[in-house]
Structures are given as structure tokens and as C-alpha cells.
């Protein structure tokens, strides 16, 4: 898939749209987690070194009615990212008319702006009108025309077709093109779905088949092994007629999940041992089992035998991509397996490692090892999307090369 990047646009004294994503926690006021403006910093820079005008748009959290509007404004935003590139950022507190424009023109080469957050334009005179989530074509035709080409770092949204991608880079009359980010992720999850070096394992955790039958199905003919961790296994030892306790299980898909078994053979590998709960808390009797789980009891985790078969399958990989938890990560007692397996992909020197997802990439960067893996996305719905063989809008949405 050979998109246009940043490094192909001419950037000198051009007007530079850039779709980035800068939905971080707010409280008070102050940012919280600055991880995705850090990780947009290198195109931003390579704009502004080349003598572009950085016009940055993002969303932020999800705006349904005016009220939500005050503690989602982009300000704080502004604030944290001058302090990383130690210049002014000038902010925008509107996402359209006289006051934006004017903004625009006062711009010199090198100069950065930031946006007011896109979703303000969800709600309009206090009805939930979704003209950004929506990608309704005025609004898109009006930012595009507020440039000279775009650059679309933001993968996070890439599976979602809004105004702020998909249309300013339809309407754009220059060219749109990758951001560093973006093509990070377009390069190694392209890579992994469409050409990967063999071994070639998925590991699948979370709660729920039914957010993954698309990806397990899509990876069935691409993956040498897929290892299921997480909530969703049970379902597939239902589907097996292994008794699953109380643990989790979506009873309409285990039907699907016989389908996905039947298909699989060999490829698919379940938890073999299950660290068992009597109740959903963190400090609830343990133990573990094998086989079956009896009733009053819940499998949270994978179990240590099950830890050491997974560690077996991953051991001659040359090509990881993870998505999902092993267990229920958010209680200490219960995130052993996905700690143990973040830990262990660390060790994996000789392969591409792919993680994607909140509580995946959380392990691995709990446990310091988020610089030993190749590529952390830094989109886990559009990932997802990715790895179920799906377009992506907002990828799609950028020139060809």
C-alpha cells in the first residue's frame, strides 16, 4: 500500500493541514497522559524545519450537547504541546468563521496553530447534529479550504470517516499525505496482515468473541498459530463442551465459535489451566484449575501451564502482533498471564512484535519493555479494523504514492 508521505509534499511557505490525535485525559485543566502528542511531535517538527505552517485539528472525547463543550476544549492541549516544542502555540478557541481564518493568515513559515476540538461542531445551537463525527461534506469543503495540502498522523480515527480526514482530504485540492505515525502503522500492521515473515502468530485476549470474530476469522488464513486469551476463551470451551463455571461467556456466539474451531484445527490454542475466582474482586479465593471449572467459580486469568504452551508457540515467532489481555488486568491479582507475556515478547529479539490496544500496550510499558517491541499502535479500533482485513477510511482517504 504505497501512500504519499509528508517527506513527499512540498512544504515550504505552504499552509499544512494536519489531522493528529490529541485526545488525552484532561483534569483541571492539565494533561495527563501526554503520550499521543509526543508521538505526533516528529511530523510537526518536520513541517515546521521545512518551512510549513503547522494547522493542527483533533478531536477530544465526545461531545452529544453544549454543556459537554467547556471541559473538552483543546486549551490545555495547546499549552503542553508549546512546552514540548519550547514555542509558541497559538490556540483557536472556534472551529470556524472570521476568527479561524483570520488566525490562519497571520501565520509565518514555522508557525503552529491548534484547533478548537473538532467535535465542538457536533452540536450546534445546542442540537446533536454530528457535523464532524458525521463527516458532513460542507465542513469538510470549508477546512480543506483553509490550506494547501494535509497530512493526515492520526490512525487512532483512520477507521472512522469524519470531516476532519476523510473529508479535508477528499476536498483538498493539493495532495494529502502520511504522517510519520501514520505510516509507521500502515508499514508494520500492513507488513504483519499482508506479508509477514513466517512464524506468523496472533495473540487475541478481551472479554468478548463477539468484538473479535472478524479479526480470528481474517487471521485463520494469514497466521500460523492464533493463542485466545482473556474472557473470550470461554466461549470457545463452551463451544467444546467444557464446563466454564461461572466464568464469562457469550452464549449466542457459541455456535460461532464451533464454526471458528471447526475451521481452525490445529492453528487455534486455548489456555490449558485457568487461575479460578469464587467472585469478580480482586481479593477473591483462587486457584487453579484444569479442564473443567466448576460451578460458583469464574476463570479471570490464564493459569501457569498455560503461560509456559503460549511462551512455546511464541518462542521460534518471527512475526507477533497482540491485541487484548490475557486476563481481567485491571486487578493486580488476576494480570499475571498479560504481564507474563508482555514480558516474554520483550524477550523475542529476533521477530517484529506488534502490540495494539489500551490494556496490552499497558502491560508492556508497565513492565519497561515497550522500547524491546517493534511497533506499538497507537490505535486500537482501528487496528482492530486492520487486522480484520477491513478499509480504513482514513487511510484510504490519502493519496496514492
Avoid: C
Wanted: charge should be negative.
Amino acid at each position: 500500500m504505497a501512500k504519499l508521505t509528508v517527506e513527499d509534499l512540498p512544504l515550504e511557505g505552504k499552509k499544512v493541514l494536519m489531522r493528529v490525535d490529541f485526545n488525552v485525559p484532561i483534569k483541571d485543566g492539565v494533561v495527563g497522559d501526554d503520550n499521543r502528542i509526543v508521538a505526533a511531535l516528529p511530523t510537526i517538527k518536520y513541517v515546521i524545519d521545512h518551512g510549513g505552517r503547522a494547522i493542527l485539528f483533533s478531536h477530544l472525547g465526545r461531545i452529544k450537547k453544549e454543556e459537554d463543550k467547556p471541559g473538552l476544549s483543546l486549551r490545555p492541549v495547546a499549552e503542553r504541546l508549546s512546552n514540548l516544542l519550547n514555542k509558541p502555540v497559538t490556540f483557536v478557541p472556534v472551529t470556524e468563521g472570521k476568527q479561524l481564518e483570520d488566525a490562519i493568515d497571520n501565520m509565518k513559515n514555522g508557525d503552529v496553530l491548534l484547533v478548537q476540538n473538532t467535535r465542538y461542531e457536533d452540536v450546534k445551537d445546542g442540537e446533536y447534529v454530528k457535523r464532524e463525527s458525521g463527516n458532513d461534506p460542507e465542513l469538510g469543503k470549508y477546512w480543506a479550504s483553509l490550506g494547501d495540502v494535509f497530512v493526515n498522523d492520526a490512525f487512532g480515527t483512520a477507521h472512522r470517516k469524519h470531516a476532519s480526514n476523510v473529508g479535508i482530504a477528499t476536498n483538498m485540492p493539493g495532495k494529502a499525505a502520511a504522517g510519520y505515525l501514520m505510516g509507521k502503522e500502515i508499514k508494520f500492521l500492513g507488513d504483519a496482515v499482508d506479508n509477514p515473515e513466517r512464524p506468523f502468530v496472533a495473540i487475541l485476549g478481551g472479554a468478548k468473541v463477539s468484538d473479535k470474530i472478524g479479526v480470528i476469522d481474517n487471521l485463520l488464513d494469514k497466521a500460523d498459530k492464533i493463542i485466545i486469551g482473556g474472557g473470550m476463551a470461554y466461549t470457545f470451551y463452551a463451544a467444546k463442551g467444557i464446563k466454564v463455571g461461572n466464568s464469562l461467556v457469550e452464549k449466542d456466539k457459541i455456535d460461532v465459535a464451533k464454526q471458528i474451531l471447526d475451521k481452525a484445527g490445529d492453528k487455534l490454542v486455548l489456555p490449558i489451566d485457568n487461575v479460578v475466582a469464587d467472585k469478580f474482586n480482586n481479593d477473591a479465593d483462587t486457584k487453579v484449575v484444569e479442564g473443567d471449572i466448576d460451578d460458583g467459580w469464574m476463570a479471570l486469568d490464564i493459569g501457569p501451564k498455560s503461560v509456559e504452551e503460549f511462551k512455546n508457540v511464541l518462542k521460534d515467532a518471527k512475526t507477533v502482533v497482540w491485541n487484548g489481555p490475557m486476563g481481567v488486568f485491571e486487578m493486580p491479582n488476576f494480570a499475571k498471564g498479560t504481564l507474563e507475556i508482555g514480558k516474554f515478547l520483550g524477550t523475542l529479539t529476533d521477530a517484529t512484535t506488534i502490540v495494539g490496544g489500551g490494556d496490552s500496550t499497558a502491560a508492556v510499558k508497565e513492565l519497561g519493555v515497550a522500547d524491546k517491541l517493534t511497533h506499538i499502535s497507537t490505535g486500537g479500533g482501528a487496528s482492530l479494523t486492520y487486522l480484520e482485513g477491513n478499509e480504513l477510511p482514513g487511510i484510504a482517504a490519502i493519496s496514492d504514492k
